[in-house]
C-alpha cells in the first residue's frame, strides 16, 4: 500500500505556471505507475498525465505541451510542471499510484487560474 500528499496548488494568473508535487510513503513507490487526475467543479474526475514505473509518460490532450510529469524514485515524490495555465486547468489535482489493478489516491490540491 501507498500513501499519497499533494502539495503545490495556488492561485495563479492566465499564462502563469505550477509545480505540483505529491510525496508517498509505503513500500515500493518506483514499481507503481503515477497519474495526476484532476476534477473540476461540476465534472468528473479526468485523467492529466501518466508515467509508468519505467517513465513511459503520456498526456491528455488538454495538458500536451503544457504540462510535464516526472518522477524521482529516490524521494518517493512525483511531479508536475503546468505552464500557460488557463482558467480551463482550475480543478483539484490528485495524484494516484496503480499496480496490480489496485489504486490509491490522495486528498488532492486546489488550483485556481483566474485574473
Known amino acids: 500500500q501507498v500513501q499519497l500528499v499533494e502539495s503545490g496548488g495556488g492561485w495563479v494568473q492566465p499564462g502563469g505556471s505550477l509545480r505540483l508535487s505529491c510525496a508517498a510513503s509505503?513500500?515500493?513507490?518506483?514499481?507503481?505507475?503515477m497519474d495526476w487526475y484532476r476534477q473540476a467543479p461540476g465534472k468528473n474526475r479526468e485523467l492529466v498525465a501518466s508515467i509508468t514505473n519505467n517513465g513511459r509518460q503520456d498526456y491528455a490532450d488538454s495538458g500536451k505541451g503544457r504540462f510535464t510529469i516526472s518522477r524521482d524514485n529516490a524521494k518517493l515524490a512525483l511531479y508536475l510542471q503546468m505552464n500557460n495555465l488557463q482558467p480551463e486547468d482550475t480543478a483539484v489535482y490528485f495524484c494516484?499510484?496503480?499496480?496490480?489493478?489496485?489504486?490509491?489516491w490522495g486528498s488532492g490540491t486546489l488550483v485556481t487560474v483566474s485574473s
Open positions: 494516484s499510484a496503480e499496480r496490480y489493478n489496485m489504486r490509491f
Open positions: 509505503g513500500s515500493m513507490f518506483s514499481t507503481y505507475n
